[in-house]
């Protein structure tokens, strides 16, 4: 019997696969599908810095407009907490998720500047979030600001949002000069997890509208290596909980991203566009090769492949390029 369990955060899971954050999450009947179907747990959509940072001026803008109208006005006005453009629906969607499953809900927080939105992280505790995913997604368009200058920045950020029990994952992007240096510095600022890597928003140009096109492009297996790659280099290193997401579009691909270092895998575009029951076919795929290759467990097969296992590390590193590029025959 396979046994796929493990351990992610110090949570347990009965399963690698994890509802990445994404629309699945706002609907518990697709999370309970999700769920059946074998998912070890969900991470909810991401609440954006943006949303909480306007909800908190909108409530002081209501509190000020009435300043004047009498010395005693602010006394009888709610705290500014009590207004909600986002947050509040978002603990409610939190809260019952929490009531109906029992498998981890982890909710989702998506800024790159420190403020007051920060605290958000602990009010998500409180509701019984059983870790974090930070989304560090950033752009980084300003002409002053340097590379170096966006990771103190960031590592503020989550030494700031580390300061909740739960565990803190980061969902980082692939655009760091020095990738694993980074994430030992997250480390060391407190992330108890690594999620590796947020697809960044990439809008193109509609050449007939003479506008940018706003579509969403789901993931497909292509983008799985460059996953591969950085969990490679990685997981021998730190005494992170490594989560990939994107690209993960059946269960061969968990398997190399297993054998590459990860605990988990995360399932966003797959699910939206086969439905939160593919998991099962995912499930019975991983099992099936495990089985195949004499692996008990999926902990057993972990960074089997990883640089510091693998017979031939050089394939990993820049030196095998060239073996690439010598491969390919016009």
């Known amino acids: 019997m396979t046994n796929l369990s493990v351990t992610w955060l110090g949570l347990p899971l009965s399963s690698p696969f994890v509802v990445g954050a994404s629309p699945i999450s706002d609907n518990l009947d697709a999370v309970a599908h999700a769920v059946d179907a074998g998912a070890g747990a969900v991470v909810m959509r991401s609440l954006f810095e943006e949303q909480l940072t306007l909800e ?17 006005a602010r006394t009888f006005l ?6 909600s453009m986002g947050a509040e629906p978002y603990l409610r969607r939190l809260e019952k998720l929490r009531k109906r499953f029992t498998i981890p809900v982890l909710a989702s927080l998506n800024g790159t500047t420190q403020g007051g939105w920060t605290r958000y992280a602990r009010t998500l505790e409180s509701a019984g ?3 974090i995913e930070l989304n560090l997604y950033d752009a980084a368009p300003r002409l002053t600001e340097s590379g170096a200058d966006v990771e103190a920045r960031q590592l503020e950020v989550v030494a700031a949002v580390g ?19 980074f994430v030992r510095r997250l480390e060391a600022a407190g992330a108890s997890g690594i999620v590796l890597f947020n697809r960044y928003y990439q809008p193109d140009i509609d050449l007939e509208q003479l506008d940018v096109d706003l579509h969403l492009h789901l993931s497909t297996p292509a983008e799985l290596p460059l996953r591969l790659h950085a969990l490679a280099l990685i997981s021998p290193h730190v005494g992170l909980s490594l989560a990939c997401s994107g690209g993960i579009h059946g269960g061969r691909d968990a398997a190399k991203a297993i054998l590459s270092g990860a605990h988990v895998v995360q399932l966003a575009s797959v699910l939206l566009a086969r439905g939160p029951t593919v998991i099962r076919r995912l499930t019975g795929e991983l099992t ?20 510091a296992s693998t017979p ?12 690439v590029l010598d491969g390919w025959r016009a």
């Open 288 to 307: 099936a090769w495990l089985q195949e290759k004499g692996y008990t467990s999926a902990d057993e097969a972990r960074g089997v492949l990883s640089h």
């Open 163 to 181: 300061s909740v029990k739960v565990p803190v994952s980061v969902k980082l992007s692939p655009y760091y000069a020095a990738l694993p240096h």
């Open 312 to 323: 031939d590390p050089q394939r990993w590193e820049r030196l095998n390029y060239l073996k």
């Open 56 to 72: 908190q001026l909108a409530a002081h803008r209501y509190v000020d407009a009435h300043v004047d109208g009498g010395a005693e």
């Open 129 to 131: 979030a059983q870790g």
């Open 78 to 83: 709610p705290e500014s907490q009590a207004f």
